[in-house]
């Protein structure tokens, strides 16, 4: 099948720079995406947007370059509840990539079982209105049920201002809870303002609440491609990311968010990307918790 990508989408940086850090042996990309190709796992039709292809050899490729060793890959809304390429992707990877899918309340134990061994282990609740469509809370509460006996969690994408009205949703989940990219603050505001101190009640007073501190490029304001030779364009995201590291080391993950879906006025490049990682992380303590230790227990076990 053919597909046209959603006008004004970028595509994804074919020639990304090597990061100046150097990642800690067996960092995992704990977010990042396939999609499609189209041709071959055909886009949902209740998609909001039609991606450009990025499929399983271009991002194991990346990893490659980057120098990560392993890869979560997260189900994209413009595969609706079919993960077909996102399964794909994972029987390919050698044991290099676990999987967070979507799921609908007809999804069969069978297939469960199935998807946890190609090597799922969560299932992703979007709230964000532009990418998707309401699903009743009672159907999400449904799906995190079933899957929580196979030591599964639930990764959450909303935006901040939606967060005092799915709160009691979030804190009722009896799963591990991984929240998107921090909650999409808005990073104009203060740090120790209310939208941003509600965030950090919410990790502080429920253990099980893990966050990526992932997509410094959506978030920022000030971020456009880098000056020369700048390797920090994200600066005004980085008091958020790295408060939220220093607060819960032992709970934080970060992924590149390739290939990027919806960028429609810059797209970053993953080696500056990587290169953010030593501005939240200082130490080596924390770089080795945020990208090894963290995502090889929630997603390996180990
Ligand atoms: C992300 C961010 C976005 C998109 C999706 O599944 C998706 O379509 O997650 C976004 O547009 O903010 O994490 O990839």
């Known amino acids: 099948m053919e597909f046209t990508k959603t006008p004004g989408w970028l595509d994804w940086y074919a020639g990304p720079?090597?990061?100046?850090?150097?990642?800690?042996?067996?960092?995992?990309?704990?977010?990042?995406?396939?999609?499609?190709?189209?041709?071959?796992?055909?886009?949902?039709?209740?998609?909001?947007?039609?991606?450009?292809?990025?499929?399983?050899e271009q991002l194991f490729a990346l990893r490659d370059h980057l120098g990560f060793d392993r890869n979560v890959i997260v189900q994209a809304t413009c595969h609706g509840a079919d993960n077909s390429a996102l399964l794909d992707a994972l029987r390919s990877s050698n044991g290099k990539a676990r999987g967070v899918v979507t799921v609908k309340r007809t999804v069969t134990d069978a297939e469960l079982e199935t998807m946890h061994a190609a090597g799922v282990r969560g299932v992703r609740f979007n709230f964000v209105k532009r990418l998707v469509d309401f699903t009743p809370k009672d159907e999400l509460m449904e799906i995190a049920a079933r899957i929580a006996p196979l030591g599964w969690h639930v990764v959450i994408y909303?935006?901040?201002?939606?967060?005092?009205?799915?709160w009691d949703f979030f804190t009722a989940l009896p799963t591990t809870v991984v929240v998107d990219h921090?909650?999409?603050?808005?990073?104009?505001?203060?740090?120790?303002?209310?939208?941003?101190?509600?965030?950090?009640?919410?990790?502080?007073?429920?253990?099980?609440?893990?966050?990526?501190?992932?997509?410094?490029?959506?978030?920022?304001?000030v971020g456009k491609p880098a000056l020369d030779g700048e390797r920090n364009p994200y600066r005004d995201v980085v008091p958020f990311a790295r408060k939220t590291v220093e607060s819960f080391p032992d709970r934080v993950l970060w992924g590149t968010d390739w290939p990027?879906?919806?960028?429609?006025?810059?797209?970053?490049?993953?080696?500056?990307?990587?290169?953010?990682?030593?501005?939240?992380?200082?130490?080596?303590?924390?770089?080795?918790?945020?990208?090894?230790?963290?995502?090889?227990?929630?997603y390996w076990g180990t």
């Open 260 to 298: 990027h879906p919806n960028l429609k006025h810059h797209m970053p490049d993953d080696g500056l990307l990587v290169d953010f990682i030593p501005h939240i992380a200082t130490s080596p303590e924390l770089q080795r918790k945020l990208l090894v230790d963290n995502p090889a227990r929630l």
């Open 182 to 221: 921090m909650g999409r603050p808005d990073v104009t505001r203060p740090i120790d303002g209310p939208e941003f101190e509600l965030f950090v009640k919410f990790m502080r007073e429920h253990n099980n609440v893990w966050s990526k501190v992932s997509c410094p490029e959506r978030l920022s304001v």
């Open 17 to 56: 720079s090597k990061p100046q850090f150097k990642l800690p042996p067996g960092s995992v990309d704990a977010h990042c995406h396939v999609f499609g190709p189209g041709g071959q796992f055909p886009y949902a039709p209740e998609r909001k947007y039609t991606p450009c292809d990025a499929s399983k």
């Open 158 to 166: 909303f935006e901040a201002v939606d967060l005092p009205q799915l």
